[in-house]
């Protein structure tokens, strides 16, 4: 034995400790399937199969907008959460300026335009210009989406905004048409 594990740099103390946890190990393992075993092995199958961890609902969860929003909801009512604002890193300006990319997308499925899209958006600002009909602050965290005009169902639009930190972006209020 300590042959082997000398190869590997242990030491007479350290493979001495070793083999102490490797059978206080066995014996545990011995000792639960002896006088457990039908239970042993239905725990082991319950927490596989049947734990929240491995349920389809955290698969699902996945698919969910990044604010809360269910965008899986089924039903031809429009709301605030047929619209999902993505947002993500891009390339920053030659000066070194962070540079986020943010696209707003109108999912319903039910044939609904939405319009006076208003996006919480704290002190909004930034150092690349944004056409001001795609996006603009309008107050302290009020921000108006493609100029107040609809969004039909599918149309998405994106701009580029750039600052030393992301904004948090979500959806306060829309109008349903």
Not at 64 to 91: E, Y
């Amino acid at each position: 034995m300590r042959g082997v594990l000398g190869r590997f740099g242990v030491g007479r103390s350290s493979s001495v400790c070793v083999v102490s946890v490797a059978t206080v190990f066995a014996f545990v393992l011995a000792v639960l399937f002896v006088f457990y075993p039908k239970h042993v092995g239905e725990i082991s199958i319950k927490v596989l199969v049947f734990s929240k961890e491995h349920s389809p609902a955290v698969a699902r969860k996945l698919l969910q907008s990044p604010d809360g929003g269910d965008v899986n909801r089924v039903g031809t009512a429009c709301s605030k959460d047929d619209i999902v604002v993505f947002q993500g890193p891009t390339a920053p300006l030659p000066n070194g300026i962070p540079a986020y990319t943010v696209q707003i997308l109108n999912v319903c499925v039910s044939g609904c335009s939405i319009s006076n899209i208003h996006i919480s958006c704290g002190w909004f600002s930034s150092v690349r210009l944004i056409n001001p009909r795609v996006f603009r602050r309008m107050y302290y965290d009020d921000c108006l989406v493609n100029d107040g005009e609809a969004l039909g169902p599918g149309q998405s639009l994106s701009f580029q905004y750039a600052n030393t930190f992301p904004y948090r972006l979500k959806v306060a209020s829309v109008t349903c048409s």
